[in-house]
């Protein structure tokens, strides 16, 4: 009987894509697979690691570092770094691999955007929660806030 040869990171990723298929994710989640995986195997294969027995937790470390020196947004990485453990996973639990690779590999945190916060003048001054989200743009105030802005503010009393 001869020895099966080890396989092909772009055969795992087939059998992935195909049971991905077969449990009829969305047409979206198909394409960020797509972008976040076959890019890796990509950089795999010009680094000449294209068998799965190849991919080590360095290697891995190696493409998200070269993802953030592309200066790709923390979350773009962070997204990368969970496919690819989530396709390692797979591998994993197919038995194409012993153990997945990023088992060592520290997702990459996300950055912290702080928001300005507001001015005295423009708290003092507010009228309603329509008000301020006109003011001040209303994609930076979450809906949430808005609809609860009734229950902190009091209208004035009428003399």
């Not at 953030?68 to 396709?87: D, P």
């Not at 916060?117 to 808005?146: D, M, T």
Request: hydrophobic share 35%; with cysteine.
């Amino acid at each position: 009987m001869p020895k099966q040869q080890p396989p092909k990171i772009t055969d795992a990723y087939k059998i992935y894509r195909l049971d991905a298929q077969s449990r009829r994710v969305t047409t979206a989640t198909l394409r960020t697979y797509k972008d976040r995986i076959e890019s890796f195997i990509k950089w795999c294969d010009e680094q000449s690691s294209p068998l799965l027995r190849d991919i080590t937790a360095t290697l891995l470390r190696s493409y998200l570092v070269s993802l953030q020196r592309r200066g790709l947004s923390s979350h773009t990485v962070n997204g990368i770094a969970r496919a690819l453990k989530a396709f390692f996973n797979f591998c994993v639990s197919e038995n194409l691999i012993a153990d997945t690779p990023m088992r060592r590999v520290a997702i990459p945190k996300l950055d912290k955007k702080i928001l300005p916060a507001f001015s005295v003048e423009l708290v003092g001054n507010c009228k309603s929660p329509g008000w301020l989200a006109n003011q001040i743009g209303s994609n930076i105030i979450p809906s949430r806030l808005v609809r609860n802005f009734s229950r902190f503010s009091s209208p004035s009393p009428s003399s």
